[in-house]
């Protein structure tokens, strides 16, 4: 039998994290007690006991992130967009083919999830969510083909939100929760850089909140944080307009599901469809240029006018030509072709 030793604290705390996939700080430090109280009941001479302080809790959590580094985990926290209590979770930080292998969901429900997700960044007018007809709709989407039912992709979604994945509002709509935060914060911030905002006050990713009441300010906030920075000032930190005393007021901008309008997901939001629309307004553009270039060269040519005069205008229409269309090829963005997302026991999206 392996003696049994301080460090023992730690394996057994993970293993206790192991089992649930986020918690508070207050259950973390409760963990972490029951751990101590483990392992003073297997080897009582050690007479361990448990230190007081916030200085001791981060002190903790640095040593099992410590532990964890060779592994390419992390013990990291956030706060709950709602309630703004902090929450840990057991993060992966790598997400590469071998750990692709461990994950419990297929191919094509991760492909599904990672859809989902892309629904949610995309949303207008930052509503940052989905209604479950929209979810279901991008069971067809995935590439490759799959012959998952609507039956199934309703239990897959179920799954992801007792996973605590994803966050099932009363209304229906599908939004991402703190566990999703802690773990895609890379991925989303390297694929949805225009889309994705952060809180003014806290600086965390925000996709439930509200935003300054004035017409193009870019301060936005979690409720919570609202409330905590609306105690020391009355006024917006960017634009210095008066606020309200509450952030339920109705002249606060809403982010979030109080954003989405009806008729939101009757059209498919994604990346390639607004690249199709601004490629088909070029085209519109081009076919409404060529007939009045025809008509001037039509109009040039009908009336005498010197060969040396001529030749110029064609060599400058050329010319014209060849711009529009090295334009129209720096303008083209390749398309990247993403890996599926994979993680340690969940729906990991990963960039390379």
């Known amino acids: 039998m392996a003696s049994v030793s301080s460090d ?73 967009e709602n309630s703004g209590a902090q929450m840990y979770a057991l993060v992966n930080r790598k997400g590469d083919e ?34 479950s007809t929209a979810a279901l709709r991008e069971v067809s989407a995935i590439r490759p083909k799959t012959n998952m039912s609507k039956s199934q992709a309703e239990a897959v979604l179920g799954s992801f939100v007792a996973q605590k994945w994803l966050i099932k509002s009363k209304r229906g709509r599908y939004s991402l929760s703190t566990r999703s935060l802690l773990e895609l914060s890379p991925y989303l911030k390297t694929t949805y850089p225009e889309e994705l905002i952060e809180c003014t006050i806290c600086l965390e990713i925000i996709t439930r909140g509200v935003a300054c009441l004035r017409e193009n300010c870019k301060t936005w906030m979690h409720r919570h944080c609202f409330t905590n920075f609306r105690r020391r000032q009355n006024s917006c930190p960017t634009c210095r307009i ?99 997302p994979a993680r340690r026991t969940t729906p990991r999206i990963t960039t390379n």
């Open 242 to 340: 008066d606020w309200p005393e509450d952030h339920t007021d109705k002249a606060f901008v809403p982010i979030g599901e109080g954003a989405a309008r009806e008729g939101d997901d009757a059209k498919r939001w994604s990346r390639n469809a607004a690249s199709d629309d601004d490629e088909d307004d070029d085209d519109d553009d081009d076919d409404e240029d060529e007939p009045d270039n025809t008509q001037s060269q039509s109009q040039s040519q009908s009336q005498p006018q010197p060969k040396a005069r001529r030749a110029q205008r064609t060599k400058k229409t050329n010319v014209v030509q060849d711009d529009i269309d090295i334009d129209e090829e720096e303008d083209a963005e390749p398309v990247k072709k993403e890996k599926p």
């Open 98 to 131: 071998i750990a692709q292998m461990a994950t419990e969901y297929t191919a094509a429900e991760i492909a599904f999830f990672k859809a989902i997700v892309e629904l949610i960044m995309l949303a207008p007018r930052h509503s940052f969510s989905v209604s």
């Open 8 to 80: 023992d604290v730690q394996r057994v705390f993970i293993q206790a994290i192991l089992s649930r996939a986020i918690v508070s700080r207050n259950l973390a430090q409760i963990l972490w007690e029951k751990s101590i109280d483990a392992v003073n009941a297997a080897k009582p001479e050690l007479e361990l006991r448990l230190p007081t302080g916030r200085d001791a809790w981060d002190e903790f959590v640095t040593k099992i992130n410590r532990s964890l580094d060779s592994l390419d985990l992390e013990f990291r926290h956030l706060h709950d």
